[in-house]
């Protein structure tokens, strides 16, 4: 959600609660009854949305974060043995090509992370039989394929949650109008019931539909009502 939607479904929130709160002052109203329902349908709705549209993005940051972090712990395994077979047999051509850090997984474009991975997991292959005595078996290896797998098919996600955000906005987009009508046409015309027979609930409403500027543009307030 953007601040505006931020800002309105505070509001929305608010005046569910005034109305719950109230809820024996307008009970025996049949439009008001009909009307709370739907605004309330309508703010759960709206809420398990956002909350959608949140775990989408943070759940994959989150994901790649930890499977990066798993592909450079696989890689560096491997590094180190590598780095120590190059040094124990002068082969200053393998000491180069995996020069590699944890930095340099962790550091960097998303997708170099996978190459260096494919790198380490070519010349830990190649050279399987001779990093056997410094710990590094076939299951070695295999965990570090498959953290890399896992690595690189998170990180073609993104386009993914791109897509499903994008249902996500329209669908909230389209709660949000539904909710707004449900006040503007609805809860505000038949809110005059009270204004004179339980004026502090009416009052309650009324400062209740004040939306509150938490950060971004917000729309238009509903006008102030006149005095008695």
């Given at each position: 959600?953007?601040?505006?939607?931020?800002?309105?479904?505070?509001?929305?929130?608010?005046?569910?609660?005034t109305?719950?709160?109230?809820?024996?002052?307008?009970?025996?109203?049949?439009?008001?009854?009909?009307?709370?329902?739907?605004?309330?349908?309508e703010?759960a709705?709206?809420?398990?949305?956002?909350?959608?549209?949140?775990?989408?993005?943070?759940?994959?940051?989150?994901?790649?974060?930890?499977?990066?972090?798993?592909?450079?712990?696989?890689?560096?395994?491997?590094?180190?043995?590598?780095?120590?077979?190059?040094?124990?047999?002068?082969?200053?051509?393998?000491?180069?090509?995996?020069d590699?850090?944890?930095?340099?997984?962790?550091?960097?474009?998303?997708?170099?992370?996978?190459?260096?991975?494919?790198?380490?997991?070519?010349?830990?292959t190649?050279?399987?039989?001779?990093l056997?005595?410094?710990?590094?078996?076939?299951?070695?290896l295999?965990?570090?394929?498959g953290?890399?797998?896992?690595?690189?098919?998170?990180?073609?996600?993104p386009?993914?949650?791109?897509?499903?955000?994008?249902?996500?906005?329209?669908?909230?987009?389209?709660?949000?109008?539904r909710?707004i009508?449900?006040?503007?046409?609805?809860?505000?015309?038949?809110?005059?019931?009270?204004?004179?027979?339980n004026?502090?609930?009416?009052?309650?409403?009324?400062?209740a539909?004040?939306?509150?500027?938490?950060?971004?543009?917000?729309?238009p307030?509903?006008?102030?009502?006149?005095?008695?």
């Amino acid at each position: 959600m953007d601040d505006r939607q931020e800002n309105t479904l505070s509001m929305f929130q608010v005046v569910s609660q005034t109305m719950q709160t109230n809820q024996g002052v307008w009970s025996g109203v049949p439009d008001v009854v009909s009307a709370v329902g739907a605004f309330d349908t309508e703010v759960a709705v709206i809420e398990g949305l956002a909350a959608e549209q949140q775990q989408s993005s943070t759940g994959v940051s989150r994901d790649k974060k930890d499977l990066r972090a798993a592909t450079a712990d696989s890689a560096m395994i491997v590094v180190g043995a590598l780095k120590a077979l190059a040094a124990r047999t002068g082969n200053d051509d393998l000491a180069a090509q995996i020069d590699f850090t944890r930095s340099s997984f962790i550091n960097g474009r998303d997708t170099q992370a996978a190459t260096n991975g494919d790198v380490v997991q070519t010349h830990g292959t190649t050279n399987a039989a001779a990093l056997a005595s410094s710990g590094i078996t076939a299951p070695t290896l295999t965990a570090l394929r498959g953290a890399i797998d896992a690595y690189r098919d998170i990180i073609s996600r993104p386009r993914e949650v791109i897509v499903t955000t994008s249902a996500v906005t329209e669908q909230l987009d389209a709660a949000f109008a539904r909710a707004i009508a449900i006040l503007t046409n609805q809860l505000d015309n038949l809110i005059e019931l009270f204004r004179v027979s339980n004026r502090p609930f009416y009052d309650q409403y009324q400062a209740a539909r004040q939306t509150v500027d938490t950060g971004g543009p917000t729309p238009p307030s509903p006008p102030t009502p006149p005095g008695p």
